[in-house]
């Protein structure tokens, strides 16, 4: 009896201790990693969401980027941070894909991180040079098709959705399209814009001005509703290709075993965040829909991409070594 009574004393002890450890969260600055180059759509939610919490909590929430290895070597840091809430990482879709394109991964995106919540989707665009002699999807399909081996796309990443999302709509079609990667959805945008190569395939946000000065032509948004910043480009269902809508997730998740009352403490603030119309409106019109969930919403929506693009990249037999 005495040890059981020993043993809830420690637990209520532990309690109380996590509770004002939680109370006084944050009391320095606190990182929020972004795996991936500066000025990509990631690097973009990180730095709005890091300056509000910085403003609401009190303390510097400074974001850095570590890129490389399509966000594996900024992954693998923030797995192995310790689990107290001064390390946040952003991820993007590529966070639940690499598992399976990747020949190693130094990281469980189930296993070795807590998730805290979606932060907002973009859907994904194909466009091209406007010297592309192309105004609809079909008509791309068309000219690659009787040219095989000719024509070249631009994606952002190894592995990102915008990737495989094109790959998709070269096993549906039979395309020999020669894929090109790139960093960053700006420097593959800035490619086609450069007409080397003349397609693309990115996340919506750094494209939006470009189409609509009509230096890119999109030719679908990989959406089931067309983006309102984008209201003249069709939907990829609409341009003749239903089933193969994609898009762009941005979300935080911190290190596993991070104490549950600094992961609902955080997890309040984004609310927050994510209920201010300045936010909204600013995210909208960059492309992004804002969208806050649960910990548990998100965790079980990084499951169900995890198994929707694992399904693709075997198909098109993908692999980095």
């Known amino acids: 009896m005495t040890a059981f009574v020993r043993l809830l004393a420690c637990l209520a002890g532990l309690a109380l201790t996590t509770a004002a450890s939680a109370a ?33 909590l009190g303390h510097s929430f400074y974001v850095e980027n570590l890129a490389g290895a399509g966000g594996n070597i900024g992954t693998a ?11 946040i990482l952003v991820v993007s879709t ?9 020949a190693k991964v130094p990281y469980d995106p189930l296993k070795d991180f807590t998730p805290l919540t979606l932060a907002a989707v973009s859907p994904n665009v194909i466009f091209v040079n406007p010297s592309l002699p192309v105004k609809t999807l079909k008509e791309l399909i068309d000219l690659v098709k009787a040219n095989p081996g000719k024509y070249a796309y631009a994606q952002p990443a ?16 039979g395309l020999d399209l020669v894929m090109v990667p790139f960093t960053s959805a700006g420097l593959a945008v800035n490619a086609v814009l450069a007409d080397q190569p003349p397609i693309g395939f990115t996340a919506l946000p750094p494209t939006i001005g470009l189409i609509n000065q009509g230096k890119l032509r999109g030719l679908a948004v990989e959406a089931v509703k067309r983006a309102p910043t984008l209201p003249d480009v069709p939907t990829i269902a609409e341009a003749g290709v239903p089933g193969q809508e994609a898009d762009t997730l941005t979300g935080f998740v911190l290190p596993a075993g991070t104490p549950p009352a600094i992961v609902e403490k955080l997890h309040s603030e984004m609310v927050k965040i994510g209920a201010m119309p300045e936010i909204r409106e600013r995210l909208e019109k960059i492309g992004f829909n804002p969208v806050i969930n649960t910990p548990a919403e998100f965790g079980a929506r990084i499951k169900a991409e995890m198994e929707k693009w694992a399904k693709v990249v075997h198909a098109a037999n993908l692999r980095i070594e």
């Open 24 to 56: 006084d969260y944050p009391d320095r600055n606190v990182r929020v990693l972004v795996p991936f180059a500066q000025g990509g759509p990631t690097d973009v939610i990180a730095r709005v969401f890091a300056q509000k919490l910085s403003e609401s």
């Open 77 to 87: 840091q923030a797995a192995r941070a310790p689990a107290d809430g001064y390390t």
């Open 94 to 102: 590529g966070f639940m894909v690499n598992p399976s394109l990747y």
């Open 158 to 173: 190894m592995g990102s959705t915008p990737h495989l999302s094109a790959e998709l709509l070269k096993q549906t079609f």
